[in-house]
């Protein structure tokens, strides 16, 4: 009976170390959060300039600023702004849920307009 102590108490200690060591590595992913974040939404890397985001854009002539309805050109699916880049690219929700984002550029977007006078033709 005292060896079987003997045994629980080594794995009791070493399930111990283990969770200690298992938490702070899920202490250091959480950490890497927004470098990620950057990476996929930016395509910056932490020590590059960041891209600004801005509230509204006009270009050509045409205004667009956060939460606007627009249309993707290629697939005619209506998307929301989320937020605008510096650089003039768009992330959008895909989904009127606002469960995925994408990245846009000014090329593969229309306004609601636009696209119904495409389509009106």
């Given at each position: 009976m005292e060896g079987f102590s003997v045994l629980i108490a080594i794995v009791s200690i070493v399930w111990g170390v283990l969770s200690i060591i298992l938490?702070?590595?899920?202490?250091?992913?959480?950490?890497?959060?927004?470098?990620?974040?950057?990476?996929?939404?930016?395509?910056?890397l932490?020590?590059?300039?960041?891209v600004k985001e801005l509230k509204s854009f006009t270009v050509n002539g045409k205004y667009f600023e956060e939460g606007?309805?627009?249309?993707?050109?290629?697939?005619?699916?209506?998307?929301?702004?989320?937020?605008?880049?510096s650089d003039?690219?768009?992330?959008?929700?895909?989904?009127?849920?606002?469960?995925?984002?994408?990245k846009y550029s000014l090329s593969e977007i229309e306004t609601l307009e636009e696209y119904a006078s495409h389509n009106n033709k």
């Open positions: 938490f702070f590595k899920v202490w250091e992913m959480t950490n890497d959060i927004k470098e990620i974040k950057n990476k996929f939404l930016y395509d910056t932490p020590n590059q300039q960041k606007d309805v627009v249309v993707e050109a290629a697939t005619g699916r209506e998307i929301i702004i989320k937020s605008i880049l003039g690219r768009f992330i959008c929700w895909r989904d009127k849920n606002k469960t995925s984002m994408e």
